[in-house]
């Protein structure tokens, strides 16, 4: 059965990160590995350039993005995205001040007006206000520092800085959306299990067995490859509610799912078609072979112990088997293997009829 914390790594499932907060987390993760990372870079360009002051604001400014990574992972989500934001605007004011526009720094403005819209405190409103405003603060550094003009004996390679920023400004900027989306496919593939297993097995579900055999049937039949229909039921599963309790029922249905699976090919689907009712869908086998197959795991499914508490406790089953026939549509299938399956009850349970 799929739990919300499968999928997530190690650091996140050990730490205060809901799932729903998950791909909050990993956007700032991203962006605060990013931002330390840079301002670590900036420490030793400003100090061999000997300009003390920007030395000593990106000391603080580290301090910041450790800052930032703290909260995230204390999942004080929104408290990080506002750290990052204040040390981005923060910086940039001063270095553009410091060296002027021609040092790029105001480029890492672009990738907070981005980042500063998955507040989770804001509305939708309120975070596309916050993210133009860096876009604003953004314009308003160009005009007003235009005229600041940095004089030193490697101004030469001032226009290096200048591109070099603007590159280090816009890996955040992806790396936010390569993160949704990453997060976002996840979760999708997330949802499509929920949607097609059985949360208690983690077998296939009704619907998606329908599906399949409305989209593949017909295929099956043209290709003339003969597949067979199985319906499967436990034997006196209600007694086994009644007398040892649904616990009990859960765990003889969850074993006999892992052991069906075990026991036939990738090839084929096993689901649970409805209670303690499975459907079986052989491919590429006929009903001599399906015959023998079936049969093998019926008996040893009698022999095995399905309850932990109750070992000396056998469940049996019974099964119903249908060859297909050409262009015969899968709803008729499953009848007749409903029919069968009702013989094989019928005629004193835990055996197999084709």
Known sequence: MLKNKDYLPDLVSSSHVQYDDYRKYSVILAVGLIGLVIHIVFLFLFYYLNIPSLSLFNIASIMLWIAVLHENFKGRH????????????????????????????QFYLWPMSLFATVNPKLNKFEATAFGFSFILIFGLIETYFRDVHYVHHLEEYMPWLYFSNAIFAGIPM???????????????DELREIAI?????????????NDTLKNNSLKLNHKRQPYCMVLADVDYFKKVNDTLGHDIGDEV?????????????KSDIVSR???????????????HDAFVLIDKIRQDISEKALISSHPDYRVTMSFGIVESQDQVLYGELIKAADKRLYEAKAGGRNRVVA
């Open 78 to 105: 929104s408290n990080a995205i506002m750290l990052a934001c204040v040390e981005i605007t923060a910086h940039s004011l001063f270095a553009v001040s410091q060296l002027g526009p021609v040092s790029g720094f």
């Open 174 to 188: 992806v790396a936010c959306i390569i993160v949704v989306r990453f997060v976002n496919e996840q979760q999708q």
């Open 197 to 209: 297993k059985d949360e208690l097995t983690g077998l296939y579900n009704r619907r998606y067995v």
């Open 253 to 265: 249905l969850v074993n006999l799912s892992a052991f069906l699976q075990s026991r036939l090919r």
């Open 273 to 287: 078609w409805g209670g303690e009712e499975f459907l079986i869908l052989l491919t590429d086998i006929s009903k």
